[in-house]
């Protein structure tokens, strides 16, 4: 079946860095974009980044872009995120999730699966 | 930035129709999609493309899309449809997706 498996998630301190992944498998990952979205405890979905299915195109939220890197290895199915200088207000649970259609641009069409989300804290 | 607004929490009696607005400037000239989030649990998508339904979402769940209000909709409200829904969008001028802040959808 179609999946998402997220890892990574740990507490570190501000200031340090941590790399989460995302596993792929029952779809050709290489097909289609890919989304991180965070959540803050008891808070509201935030949308990360994105990455094309070639890894050719890559967007980001403003507060994460230059601190943040997504990145893919399609031929181990997995996504990453690459968190540096951490800060505390980037605590949340994180989720990856598969654009719906491989067909369209990147993002415009939904996202259809989504991981069980990894949580990351970050705290001194 | 793209900004969409949603009301922070909807009631409903069980076997009636809730509706939930997302507001956004011009939303009726983009396509929006629309999730379902039960406390502990991953966000599951329940429309897209303004209107359409994932393979397995019933067919009580609805949307539409004009001016610049889109709207979910679930009619014949049951007890298991609470839980938090957002709206979300693809914003082309930022090259940004955009998510509205959520409503929580209690069952009476």
């Known amino acids: 079946q179609v999946q998402l498996v997220e890892s990574g998630g740990g507490v570190v301190q501000p200031g340090r860095s941590l790399r989460l992944s995302c596993a792929a498998s029952?779809?050709?990952?290489?097909?289609?974009?890919m989304d991180w979205v965070r959540q803050a405890p008891g808070k509201g979905l935030e949308w990360v980044a994105l990455i094309s299915d070639d890894g050719s195109k890559k967007y980001y939220e403003d507060s994460v872009k230059g601190r943040f890197t997504i990145s893919r290895d399609n031929s181990k199915n997995t996504l990453y995120l690459q968190m540096n200088s951490l800060r505390p207000e980037d605590t949340a649970v994180y989720y990856c999730?598969?654009?719906?259609?491989?067909?369209?641009?990147?993002?415009?069409?939904?996202?259809?699966?989504w991981g069980q989300g990894t949580t990351v804290t970050v705290s001194s | 930035s793209y900004v969409l607004t949603q009301p922070p929490s909807v009631s409903v009696a069980p076997g009636k129709t809730a509706r939930i607005t997302c507001v956004g400037n011009?939303?009726?000239?983009?396509?929006v999609h629309w999730y379902q989030q039960k406390p502990g649990q991953a966000p599951v998508l329940v429309i897209y493309?303004?209107?359409d339904r994932p393979s397995g979402i019933p067919e009580r769940f609805s949307g539409s899309n004009s001016g610049n209000t889109a709207t979910l909709t679930i009619s014949r409200v049951e007890a298991g449809d609470e839980a938090d829904y957002y709206c979300?969008?693809?914003?082309?001028?930022?090259?940004?997706?955009?998510f509205g802040g959520g409503t929580k959808l209690t069952v009476l």
């Open positions: 979300q969008v693809w914003d082309t001028s930022s090259d940004h997706q955009v």
């Open positions: 011009n939303i009726g000239t983009k396509s």
């Open positions: 493309y303004d209107s």
């Open positions: 999730a598969k654009d719906r259609s491989s067909t369209t641009s990147p993002g415009v069409s939904g996202m259809d699966v």
């Open positions: 029952g779809f050709t990952f290489s097909s289609y974009g």
